[in-house]
């Protein structure tokens, strides 16, 4: 194996999780009971920034349409700004960050504070700024990253945003999905299943990429937010164009760019959207851009040659959590060919400490 940090702790995720699910749930679960016991939330905030907000909205799209919770996603600069909104019924603050040192998320917890607003760090350092100033410290148990570079502290920051979120619902009265128990647990051998069958892929198709001038990454509901992660981890390793889209929102503009010379990476799980992103790749395709779609349906993964193939077995309700690890895969990769550090990007710090003023 490579000597980066960053392929290790790409590797370190199943373990990672495991914990979260193992020790650090039920710990979750008494947080949440003492905040709940001491203003009982019905509006939710999750703030980061960077890949910490796209950890916030993966997560808040499952408090939404899987949990029924209002709640919102934010980078922390906004709330700082504008949020909460008028006459919000009770809201609470889940700020994610790393390191719990990141100016704007630290700036918008203090402004919470300030309003009387419960707050929670979710962060890989108790004894940082926020984990020291918040009202509850949800410690993740993933340590930091040597790395500039997030990876099992994305996923790991997410699932315990979920989480938290589920223990709130359960507070709240609310249904939990029936399945949620089993995938939890389930979800540690998931992530291993994933590494071994992505990563020989990955690591081929960034082999061959490295005349692609501009990469674009497109997927449905929560894997849009993975999608903007996967393009952020490609940008700031390699400095390559990438971005990401809405899926269905692709045709709707953007996709009058497509030409020989850009791929597109689309995300198709199992479920209600495969049938029109299946569609879509064949749209692409069309246009002479390099289509690669990572997948666990059978009949689109043996349609394209270049289809990253993700297990069958996976867990559909984690999904968008275990399609990251082939982006990661990708990204460190496709940088190492290009002979750069992933680990030490130029112009990067692991957290900002700008003041910003409200």
Request: with cysteine; aromatic share 8%.
């Amino acid at each position: 194996m490579n000597d980066h940090h960053m392929i290790h702790e790409i590797h370190e995720q199943p373990q990672a999780l495991e914990k979260i699910v193992r020790e650090i749930r039920p710990l979750i679960r008494e947080l949440a009971s003492k905040a709940w016991s001491r203003k009982r939330p019905e509006t939710y905030y999750s703030v980061g920034c960077g890949s910490s907000y796209y950890a916030s909205m993966l997560a808040t799209f499952y408090h939404q349409y899987e949990l029924g919770l209002d709640s919102h996603a934010l980078p922390a600069s906004e709330f700082v700004w504008f949020a909460p909104r008028l006459n919000v019924r009770s809201p609470i603050l889940m700020a994610l960050s790393r390191s719990g040192r990141t100016s704007e998320t630290v700036a918008a917890t203090r402004k919470a504070m300030k309003m009387k607003v419960p707050t929670i760090a979710v962060t890989s350092d108790s004894q940082s700024t926020m984990g020291q100033e918040c009202d509850y410290c949800l410690d993740t148990g993933v340590p930091n990253e040597e790395s500039t570079i997030m990876t099992k502290t994305f996923t790991g920051g997410t699932l315990a945003t979920i989480i938290a979120g589920l223990e709130f619902a359960r507070l709240d009265g609310a249904a939990v999905p029936k399945d949620f128990e089993a995938e939890l647990n389930r979800l540690s051998k998931d992530a291993e299943a994933v590494i071994h069958a992505t990563e020989d892929q990955a690591k081929k198709i960034a082999e061959e990429s490295q005349t692609i001038a501009r990469f674009i990454y497109l997927g449905s509901g929560a894997n849009y937010a993975a999608c903007l992660e996967g393009a952020l981890k490609l940008r700031e390793t390699s400095y390559s164009a990438s971005e990401a889209y809405h899926a269905m929102e692709f045709r709707h503009g953007p996709f009058a760019e497509l030409e020989k010379g850009i791929q597109v990476f689309v995300l198709v799980p199992e479920g209600k959207t495969a049938r029109q992103e299946a569609t879509l790749l064949k749209e692409i395709a069309s246009t002479g851009a390099s289509v690669v779609p990572i997948s666990n349906v059978p009949e689109i993964t043996n349609s394209h040659a270049e289809a990253i193939r993700m297990p069958n077995s996976i867990s559909p309700e984690f999904a968008p959590l275990l399609f990251m690890i082939p982006m990661q895969f990708f990204a460190y990769y496709y940088t190492i060919r290009k002979g750069l550090n992933p680990d030490r990007p130029r112009n990067l710090v692991k957290y900002v400490t700008t003041e910003i003023a409200p």
